[in-house]
């Protein structure tokens, strides 16, 4: 947890080594040196998932593919999520936002985790995949999501905690035998998971097998006004773009991406930026001075142009300043490509690189409500998006909800806790599920 983080950075420094999972590794915290990893990817070191993320995501998107297929996924990905395209897609955070605020008023009291977790899930499956919240298969659709999260997040580790020791250590019902192999022990962990992804990939061949098939005419020809999804954006830049080597598995590859990192890691966002509001009354109040002096106040959110919540100054550094804080991922992993210096240490070819997020933002001088927001004493002491080369693509896209959020929040409740709070550190930052508001 974090405790322990801060008491090896204490003894050792900024970068000492240590194991992770039985192999040798570094931790690395402060921009100085987190620039140097960030920028180095691809020349100094590389990303490896462990094979059950691999199994899970497949070889044809954005994290699997070889370096030509990552290249061409990751440039049209960054552009359908680039500020050109926030238009398309905010009017549709903005009404599931004011729907979900607004069951929430009717509850009084809510466990934040989940209704975060219900609320974000819908605004991604119509944001990201376009699949419509009012589908009647939605909650079939979002259990599948949970299942594929569950199952990357699933290390092949036999040490206490880990799904795959309950897997591995569990007894046959008829021969009361323990697994035979390993593979047995991966597969049982992997089966929800694997499912659920044929279930995702089903849906979107229906709805986008015949968009590929489509004359230029028919793709970009009147659609009757009906949202067009970030899947379906991508498919258009890369036909007016000349790019023929997209195809349906490039996309359903995509969007289990997008279900990991667009669906957990900003649920929790979400329960962590509640939590903080209950917990300071003059934010949320200067917040509500923001809204009523750029004359929101009473208009209803769906009737908001977006580029006026965009210019929420305040509410967006309420947002950056919760990433800061309490960042959903607390670091990254990286594997050395060659061995080079670090800091005056040579890191040997092979080892682990783990550089801390959660502690290099505590490491920046001043917090962002302070400081003016972005005066940072380097743009590598902000990682709650990544850096360089793996920065994540929806970045705009998390940042705008965690906005709407905020304005809406503030706008229509005032925020308490009931009992006591818990905040849980792994393997994401987030309100323990037994939290109440």
């Not at 250590?169 to 929800?192: G, M, V």
């Not at 649920?267 to 002096?293: D, Y």
């Not at 705008?400 to 709070?421: H, P, Q, T, W």
Request: aromatic share 8%; proline share 4%; net charge positive.
């Amino acid at each position: 947890g974090a405790n322990y983080q801060r008491q090896r950075r204490r003894k050792y420094g900024k970068i000492y080594r240590t194991h992770m999972f039985g192999s040798p590794s570094v931790a690395v915290i402060g921009d100085e040196y987190v620039k140097k990893i960030v920028l180095g990817e691809g020349t100094l070191v590389q990303t490896r998932w462990p094979s059950t993320t691999r199994r899970i995501l497949g070889t044809d998107g954005i994290v699997n593919g070889d370096l030509a297929t990552h290249c061409r996924i990751k440039r049209l990905a960054l552009k359908a999520f680039s500020p050109k395209y926030v238009g398309t897609f905010a009017p549709v955070i903005q009404a599931g936002i004011a729907a979900h605020i607004k069951e929430w008023l009717g509850r009084g009291t809510v466990p934040i985790l989940e209704m975060c977790k219900q609320a974000v899930s819908k605004t991604m499956m119509t944001v990201l995949l376009g699949i419509k919240s009012d589908d009647p298969n939605i909650q079939l659709y979002i259990q599948a999501a949970d299942d594929i999260i569950n199952s990357i997040l699933s290390l092949p580790l036999d040490i206490p905690g880990f799904g795959f020791r309950r897997v591995s250590h569990a007894k046959d019902a008829k021969t009361s035998q323990r697994f035979p192999t390993n593979i047995i022990y991966i597969h049982a962990i992997l089966k929800p998971g694997l499912k659920a992804r044929e279930l995702i990939f089903d849906k979107l061949e229906t709805q986008l097998k015949s968009k590929f098939n489509a004359s230029d005419e028919e793709l970009f020809g009147d659609n009757g006004g009906e949202y067009e999804s970030v899947l379906l954006n991508i498919l258009k830049l890369a036909r007016r773009e000349g790019e023929t080597d997209i195809k349906l598995r490039n996309l359903q590859n995509l969007s289990l991406e997008f279900i990991f990192a667009g669906t957990q890691s900003l649920q929790c966002s979400c329960s962590l930026v509640t939590f903080h509001l209950s917990q300071n009354p003059k934010v949320v109040e200067r917040c509500r001075e923001e809204i009523r002096t750029a004359g929101l106040w009473d208009i209803p959110l769906t009737e908001i142009n977006v580029e006026r919540l965009q210019g929420l100054k305040y509410v967006e550094m309420v947002a950056k300043e919760t990433l800061r804080v309490t960042p959903t991922i607390p670091g990254a992993v990286r594997v050395a490509l060659k061995t080079f210096e670090l800091g005056g240490y040579q890191i040997p070819r092979g080892w682990q690189i783990i550089y801390s997020i959660r502690l290099t933002h505590e490491e920046a001088a001043g917090k962002v409500l302070q400081n003016g927001g972005d005066k940072q004493n380097s743009p590598y002491s902000f990682l709650p998006f990544g850096k360089g080369a793996r920065m994540c693509a929806g970045k705009n896209y998390g940042m705008l909800y965690l906005k709407v959020l905020i304005f809406e929040l503030v706008r229509n409740a005032d925020i308490s806790l009931v009992g006591k709070c818990k905040i849980v550190e792994v393997p994401m930052t987030r309100t323990d599920k037994s939290v109440k508001i």
